[in-house]
């Protein structure tokens, strides 16, 4: 019996071909697993990107009005400030009165003991 070597030649390429059907197929099915994962991670993302952006929401939120409550306070300090201005002011001009009127005490004092 002899062996055709063009009959082996067929029979190898026809293995290989086989075997590249069954590569393709695995290509295929490997191509939809990473599909699917690439859509679940996706939606993953989306779903973290909606969370985060709702926290920064939150937090925007919550700056907005430690903003206010501090501008508040600076505004009633402020006017603080200026009461305790005002308070300091008449208190130096009613010094200076003070001042004069011990010295026209002490002169009235020197004049009636002479």
């Known amino acids: 019996m002899t062996v055709d ?3 082996v030649t067929i029979e190898i390429l026809k293995g ?3 075997e590249i059907r069954g590569t ?3 290509m295929h099915a490997t191509r939809e697993e990473l599909r699917a994962e690439l859509q679940a991670t996706r939606e993953e993302l989306r779903a973290e990107i909606r969370e985060t952006n709702h ?3 939150r937090l925007e939120h919550r700056v907005v009005e430690s903003e206010i409550r501090t501008a508040t306070a600076l505004l009633e300090v402020n006017g603080t400030m200026r009461d305790v201005r005002d308070l300091l002011r008449d208190r130096f001009d009613l010094r200076d009165r003070v001042e ?3 010295r026209d005490i002490d002169e009235l004092k020197r004049a009636g003991r002479s």
Do not use: F, L, W
């Open 24 to 26: 393709r197929e695995e």
């Open 100 to 102: 004069r009127c011990e």
């Open 5 to 7: 070597n063009s009959d």
């Open 16 to 18: 290989i071909r086989e």
């Open 55 to 57: 926290r920064v929401d």
